[in-house]
């Protein structure tokens, strides 16, 4: 074993978990040995198609050749799978507890009710001319109608696009474009932390630039004015009222598209990630299952929000095809006050509770107090996810929520993945705090040298790639099947490049080490340092920008901007506030700059290119590691971005 710190297995959870170390060991090599066997048992186990696949497994990870089928030839219905087929045992199961952000506003709708009002909402869709394989997008708060707007998509075999509703309506605007919706579904107004936002408003600016959308539903959240286009928007209380309860399932391929979701990568726009309806669907039950352990009866707390993917794949998907109670949370973490999240667990007996390094660190200053006031008995099982979790946080969930009782499963994925790629099992896997441990079944991870893609042996950090598909990957960028080869398969041939850099040690235990291109990771969401440059250009006053990220205690990584205004133009605190303003107001209030460097040049290479090495290293105050800047075509340019820095 390695020097580091090394928690084994509960007994208790071992005795009766899904999963044992024996077991991983031998389903894990089974999956390496009989991938097609496996597989072929996994979906059996985990979901009902109406008809059998022909073939498991058809892939070729070439990019002359890139393509990757899983279970072609079979057919099901993600909605029937969800729901339909869980009413004769357990109709009368919470399927969804939702809390609200006020403490006193909760609603818990059985599989029954569920399934009643998602046929209700798919035949209103299908009023609207919304056909199998068209395109909706949601921009909607935590709320039920969320679950029941995917759902209903999936009924009817139409893609969903869910787009965060913290996005603005620039970024909604484009996304709707993007992926050529017709419906959009919304609320009048969200609540998050008392305070209101207004999202059909921002819809409205959206669809003015937005001509294929014929119809506007509003779910009426708070009753908050709104303005009215007469023959596009539409009630969605009204039009589920008048609508036939009865909806039969669309039958879909198994490689059919089952959603888009928009994701930052290093250039240009947001790509839209599209998966597809067999893999996908297998993936994410049977990781719900083995990764949180989650047995039959437990209340399950996922914290994410519906407008990412470990909210499509970890609220609504997984636990849902698992007949599992999922928890839905409008809220935030210190809304009224910093016990929330134990108190909800409290109130609903949650077994297994699954939330970010960034909130376990906000909540972690708060001290112990407000934690430890309350019981979490129930708790069993705690999951992170969406950066790196740094050990003192780790040992401060593990020791202070958890009680030293419930294992930590440090899920590391993606968006292009679908479901979880290495992470441990709580009854199989010793825990090392910061360590996403090890691969999950069928999964086969490599280091790469980040420069030559040569796999390194034995312990080592590289570029974290994957050697062969599993179910939940993401088939391609939609519109743009160009871009999904370029992104991730052309740097390291033969791989799928995950962008993130990783070390692995003695015992073959995998550390994510982060991002190694240009993608930040912001509280846990995924920003593009092109992106936020696109935005702070458009202001008259700027000439060029540069961002990076730097270590944030509890960001995670902060934005960094490097700004040269142009000649003549005053660099005042006064235009730093309109920068920051206009880049939120672009992107969204995920994107907050946090700083903000005037840049009289920007280190650049001969032929032009920006240095972002050198800018990572003065935004971080490493200035002693600079590296070689002899190949900058003015090296005297570092001087004054070293002498001017933030952070000293
Ligand atoms: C699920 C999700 C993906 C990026 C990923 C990585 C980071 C996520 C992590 C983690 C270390 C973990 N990331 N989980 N890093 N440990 N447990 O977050 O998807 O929004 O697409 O972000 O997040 O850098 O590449 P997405």
Redesign the pocket.
Known sequence: MSEEKLYPVPAAIAANAHVNAEQYAAMYQRSLDDPAGFWAEQAETFVTWSKKWNTVLDYSYHADDLHIKWFDGGQLNVSYNCLDRHLATRGDQVAIIWEGDNPNEDRKLTYRELHAEVCRLANVLTTYGVNKGDRVCIYLPMIPEAAVAMLACTRIGAVHSIVFGGFSPDSLRDRVLDSECKLVITSDESVRGGRHVPLKKNADIALRECPNVSTMLVVRRTGGNVEWVEGRDVWYHEALDAAAPDCAPVEMDAEDPLFILY?SGSTGKPKGALHTTGGYLVYAAMTHKYVFDYQDGEVYWCTADVG???GHTYIIYGPLTNGATTLMFEGIPNYPDMSRFWDVIDKHQVSIFYT??TAIRSLMRAGEEPVKKTSRQSLRVLG??????NPEAWEWYYRVVGDERCPIV????????GGHL??PLPGATALKPGS?TRPFFGVVPELVDPSTGVPLQGEGEGALVICKPWPGQMRTVYGDHQRYIDTYFKQYPGYYF???GARRDADGYYW?T??IDD?L?VS???LGTAEIESALVLHPHVAEAAVVGYPHDLKGQGIYAYVTPMAGVEPTDELKKELVSLVRGEIGPIAIVDIIQWAPGLPKTRSGKIMRRILRKIAANEIDSLGDTSTLADPTVVDDLIANRAIQ
Do not use: L
Not at 410 to 417: A, K, R, Y
């Open positions: 994701t990412w993917v470990t970010a390094p992170s996810v969406g950066e790196p979790i440090d899920t590391w994925w993606q968006t292009e993945t290495i992470t996403a995950t962008g993130d994510i982060g991002r993608v990771n846990g969401h995924r």
